[in-house]
């Protein structure tokens, strides 16, 4: 039996996915994005679908951030995580951030959005029975 999960999007490296992907099939992530209290109060009257756009959209800035000025192939994985091992980031700037707690396995993941290419403007979407596509697209195996 399974308790309550919460959508959590990930920002993910080319190694999250390889591992996704190859022999591990889990992936330890301690930052996601998911509709919060928070994020509920800095958005009054938006429905569900506008706080999980906005959590989407903060993983994708997350997942965007260059380093030293490389443009990076965006990846989020979108995630049904036990309500447990997410918490509060607590963070005032960024309502929709909180911490995870333990491995997220690949069968908790619904979809993978990913940049066609680094620097790209638009998210591709793929579903979970497409990992090694993704994984490929990457570099990977």
Known sequence: ????????????????????AGHRGAVA??????????????????????????????AATAAGRAAFGIPVRRVVGAADVDVGAVHDSGDPADPARVALSGEV???RFGAFHVDESP????????????????????GGP
């Open 29 to 58: 992530v301690t930052t996601g994005y998911a509709v919060t209290p928070a994020l509920e109060r800095a958005a009054p009257g938006a429905d569900l679908e506008a706080l999980e756009h906005a959590a989407y959209t903060a």
């Open 1 to 20: 039996m399974t308790g309550p999960r919460v959508r959590v999007y990930l920002p993910l490296s080319t190694a999250d996915v390889a591992g996704l």
């Open 105 to 107: 396995p690949v069968g």
């Open 119 to 138: 620097g790209g403007r638009d998210l591709s979407w793929y579903d979970v029975s497409e990992l090694a596509a993704v994984s490929e697209l990457l």
